[in-house]
């Protein structure tokens, strides 16, 4: 199995150097050639723990770096790092489960992937001999940032920086950011959104060249990213059968809070891998642009651009919906260069119908506003003494809508202080203006317990 980029496939490498490379030359990205089969028996699944279900993903998709490497990036990676003894969490209320997945270090699903990624990436440097120090890019809707420079600080031979949008992520993201300690690390807050920062990350790959110095990406372009998030699917399926939920050979529907389309083609992965996935819910907020795409096979950002209360999901150009188009396009490179010059050009592209077909065939849309996910936050604490965040709530607001027959696992992305006001807001209580108060109250009323990491950024601040 080798790497393709989506604007020419003609440019082939292995996955260690599609790794080290994050975006491809030519402005594409990274994609398996083939999707491995997981090939994994009744008995298997239930039988490998969280890190072994990683490492068997990750010996396939990822099979440059062999069994033992993988092992010890695994192992190593995810050590001391979770609050819960599987990593990941599943929960179960009245009309879905919920997959918590931000028991990491800062209490967000990017932690899964960016746990790894230092490893992954220095590994693939000594396999190859790369002599190169390498400077991380990152641009970040508020969480990806906090993750990655949790995870590469101090890392040797390595730096990284970060751009967020300095009006368009919470108080919480902005300190977390803010304080990271570390001789390596820079914050960046500039003036735009996302996709400025995402665009002028993906412009300076193209532009700077330095000797000596790789850029290298801890955005879910880098198939380093993606790769880690396939494995939490075969997690919440093999758990919803130990649950007693689903059986064996069932096919399970998720919801998934999108942004920039990168955990929910994790989920597609899964699926072409094997899994019994059913329908993938894509959860947009008031930024609806992939709903009507799914609808009109139109992709159309000449719109306004909101600002929500689940910032990290304020995108417009979701980038890895190319690895998806590139696929449903036969892996036609010249057509899929065409869809994104359009995008970039004329500010919209419009997909042939057979593409709509392939997206259709395993994909769903949905769209709710803050009003919505508020309530939905609200009616799952007063009915079922749950709490959720933000973006959580919006997968879950649309999986309510939706109604897909089946059973449906709702992707957690946040800790629900990381939010902590708009949660405050949405079950009814006064708002503060100071988030770490607006921390405690949420404690005090819910009794949820805070993540002891946030609550010792107000020390820190
Ligand atoms: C990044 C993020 C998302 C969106 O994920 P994508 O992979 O960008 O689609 C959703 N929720 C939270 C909390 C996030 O941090």
């Known amino acids: 199995m080798e790497y393709i980029s989506t604007r020419n496939r003609k440019n082939v490498t292995d996955s260690l150097h599609a790794v080290i490379k994050g975006l491809a030359e030519d402005g594409g990205l990274f994609v398996p050639s083939e999707i491995p ?5 009744e008995e298997q699944l239930l039988s490998l723990d969280y890190d072994g279900l990683v490492m068997h993903i990750l010996g396939l998709l990822l099979p440059g770096y ?8 695994v192992t190593e990676g ?22 918590e997945l931000y028991h990491g270090p800062t209490s967000a699903f990017k932690d899964m992937a960016l746990c790894l990624l230092p490893r992954l990436l220095t590994a693939a440097n000594r396999l190859t001999g790369n002599p190169d120090k390498v400077m991380i890019l990152t641009a970040t809707s508020g969480d990806t940032g906090k993750a990655a420079l949790e995870a590469f600080a101090d890392v040797p031979d390595t730096g990284i920086t970060v751009f967020y949008p300095a009006g368009g992520v919470s108080d919480i993201q902005k300190l977390q950011m803010q304080t990271q300690e570390g001789k390596n690390v820079r914050v960046c807050g500039i003036e735009g959104n996302f996709d400025d920062a995402q665009t002028g990350v993906k412009k ?47 096919k399970l529907n998720f919801s998934v809070p999108t942004g920039n389309f990168g955990d929910i083609l994790a989920g597609w992965i899964a699926k072409k891998m094997g899994l019994p996935v059913g329908r993938l819910l894509c959860a947009s907020n008031r930024n609806r642009i992939l709903t009507d795409f799914l609808s009109t096979g139109v992709y159309d950002r000449r719109r306004e651009f909101y600002l929500t209360a689940s910032p990290s999901m304020d995108i417009l150009i979701s980038s890895n919906l190319e690895r998806l188009l590139f696929y449903g396009l036969g892996m036609d490179d010249e057509a899929l260069r065409t869809l994104m010059g359009d995008l970039s050009g004329k500010g919209f592209f419009e997909a042939p119908y057979e593409l709509m077909e392939f997206i259709r065939n395993d994909f769903d849309g949905a769209s709710s506003d803050d009003r919505e996910a508020f309530n939905a936050i609200r009616r799952l604490w007063e009915q079922e003494h749950y709490l959720i965040d933000t973006h959580t709530a919006v997968a879950y607001a649309c999986a309510e809508k939706a109604a897909t027959p089946g059973k449906t696992v709702v992707l957690s992305t946040a800790s629900p202080y990381k939010f902590a006001s708009s949660v405050l807001e949405a079950i009814g209580e006064k708002v503060s203006e100071d988030c770490f108060e607006a921390m405690d109250k949420l404690e005090d009323i819910t009794g949820v317990p805070q993540p002891p990491r946030l609550k010792s950024l107000k020390e820190k601040s």
């Open 37 to 41: 089969e997981a090939k994994l028996s």
């Open 66 to 73: 062999g069994e033992e490497e993988i092992r010890e990036i």
């Open 78 to 99: 995810y050590r001391d790092k979770f609050d819960v003894p599987d990593r990941v969490a599943l929960k179960h209320t009245a009309k879905c489960s919920f997959l």
């Open 204 to 250: 300076a790959f193209e532009e700077v060249h330095v000797k000596g110095v790789s850029l290298g990406s801890a955005n879910s372009i880098n198939i380093g990213r993606l790769t880690p998030q396939v494995a939490y699917y075969f997690y919440a399926y093999a758990q919803m059968i130990r649950d007693g939920k689903l059986s064996y050979g069932e």
